[in-house]
């Protein structure tokens, strides 16, 4: 969403040129490189643009607060980008507000010449297997909102009693959810993960880590910063099996840089016997992680009195085919691995969020061509409820200014109607009102901002965000 509008507001002010009675000369003293680049005569179009962004919480930001890890900080820096974008004399930002509750799309649509659906994926891919569940078992995106805050998540509570848990996924969400599990405290206390996470994994007893997936080395989907990150985990060893990586050393030459790279790294951490240092530091370390490949859950195993997790059953697998239709295919072999946390990051997928838009629901997307939604005038999508629930921020971002390009190329083309005026959030705010939603703007938002920064000075922390929304709503009216 913020991607969208910074696109929206920088460029929508620039002009678009189309040949008529404008003298060169005059034009280059305004704009010279539009003279240089496409020789006039010329009439300037100036497009302005203003965009209100709505938001279900009281606070900013989404994935950038609540997905990326607490020890990745400066993933956190686009908050200053974003910041700058709501701050813009074109721009305003409406928390507060659930699109598809207190106000529908239709009315949205009813008061804006363009409405941009950017509210990415909240829903679950589920396993499909007996036992999940059980207590023990969670989705990886409700693990990472509990340690990230979001306030849905604040009262999981998960038990880390037990010594050995798996997850089930090889992405790099599944290598946040296992670093997270196994670094020092002494790190984490020092990030804006909230403190109640901190509190737990403090006294967690989790010593073993498997992260399982369905195919073989070469397609873990995880990116090599990632996996550096779980090489180099202060107190951890990597513990592999060497037969899963028998003939991948041999597969080098062919694979594409990236791929190669990583690919080095996961067979140096597996099976290359390893320097006097770093050997002294494998035999210091207290926890270990390792990948499983092959694997492919079948059932989550219970314990005795059939409440809890206690073990999960593993189908065994073979690859066929090669390249990218490389597949997985069961051998009939399964094997039983012992463990009291189960976490499942098989991917998101988005939700409908209004009757009237549409939505394909086999593919959890709404339909779009370039970020036009189908069939539907002045309706458009971005991120991941546009594509699918992939790629990192670059990905979002590129896909998001995607989606601008083609909402600014619309109305310099006349397909988008602006003719009309429209009250925008003028209008919007007339209905929020008799409903009883009072909106948190961009300066309440910094209130809140300002009180976690206070909280977490106080604690040697970057923050302490609020877990509760009548908190953050109390806190940004005061």
């Known amino acids: ?19 008529t009675n404008v003298s060169e000369e005059s034009l280059c ?3 010279p490189w539009l003279a240089r680049t496409a020789p006039g005569p010329y009439q300037i179009k100036f497009i302005y643009v203003q965009v209100d962004i709505y938001e279900r919480l009281p606070v900013p930001f989404g994935l950038v607060r609540f997905g990326v890890a607490p020890d990745h900080p400066e993933v956190k820096n686009v908050i200053n980008t974003f910041t700058q974008t709501a701050q813009h004399a074109r721009c305003s930002f409406h928390g507060n507000v659930r699109v598809g509750k207190d106000v529908t799309v239709e009315e949205l649509q009813e008061a804006y010449h363009a409405v941009v659906l950017s509210y990415g994926a909240e829903g679950n891919r589920t396993m499909g297997v007996p036992g999940e569940d059980l207590a023990g078992v969670y989705s990886a ?4 909102g509990w340690y990230n805050g979001l306030p849905r998540n604040s009262e999981l509570r998960p038990d880390l009693s037990c010594e050995t848990a798996v997850i089930l ?34 006294e967690s007893s989790v010593r073993r880590v498997l992260i399982v997936g369905r195919r073989g080395p070469l397609q873990v989907a995880c990116t090599i910063k990632e996996l550096r990150e779980m090489v180099n985990l202060p107190g951890t060893r990597p513990e592999m099996e060497a037969s899963e990586f028998e003939g991948i050393a041999e597969t080098l030459k062919s694979l594409a840089r990236p791929r190669k790279r990583l690919t080095e790294l996961l067979l140096k951490a597996a099976i290359e016997t390893p320097g006097e240092e770093e050997l002294e530091r494998r035999n210091r370390a207290e926890r270990a992680w390792g990948f499983r490949f092959l694997r492919k859950p079948l059932e989550v195993l219970p314990s005795t009195d059939l409440i809890r997790a206690a073990g999960i059953r593993l189908a ?12 997985a295919v069961a051998t009939g072999e399964v094997e039983d691995v012992e463990c009291g946390l189960v976490i499942s990051s098989i991917g998101y997928k988005s939700l409908l969020i209004d009757p009237a838009v549409p939505f394909d629901a086999r593919k959890a997307i709404i339909p779009n061509t370039m970020g036009r939604v189908q069939q539907t005038a002045g309706l458009y999508c971005s991120g991941w409820v546009k594509r699918g629930p992939t790629g990192v921020i670059a990905t979002t971002m590129n896909d998001s200014f995607d989606t601008a390009r083609t909402l600014l ?24 009102e008799k409903r009883g939603v009072k909106p948190v703007s961009f300066s309440d938002w910094e209130k809140i901002d300002s009180e976690e920064t206070r909280r977490g000075e106080i604690k040697g922390k970057p923050r302490e965000k609020m877990l509760d929304v009548g908190e953050m709503l109390q806190v940004a009216r005061a």
Request: glycine share 10%; aromatic share 4%.
């Open 409 to 432: 190329q619309d109305i310099g083309k006349g397909t988008l109607d602006v003719s009309t005026v429209k009250p925008g959030s003028q209008g919007v705010s007339t209905l929020l």
């Open 169 to 202: 996924g090889q992405g790099n969400v599944a290598l946040d959810v296992a670093r997270i599990l196994l670094s020092p405290v002494d790190i984490l206390k020092k990030t804006d993960i909230t403190q109640h996470a901190l509190d737990a994994l403090a």
């Open 1 to 19: 969403g913020f991607y969208t509008a910074q696109h929206l507001v920088k460029r929508a002010s620039n002009p678009e040129a189309s040949r």
């Open 29 to 31: 003293t305004w704009q």
């Open 141 to 144: 995106k409700d693990f990472v």
């Open 316 to 327: 065994v697998n073979r690859l066929e085919g090669d390249g990218e239709g490389v597949r």
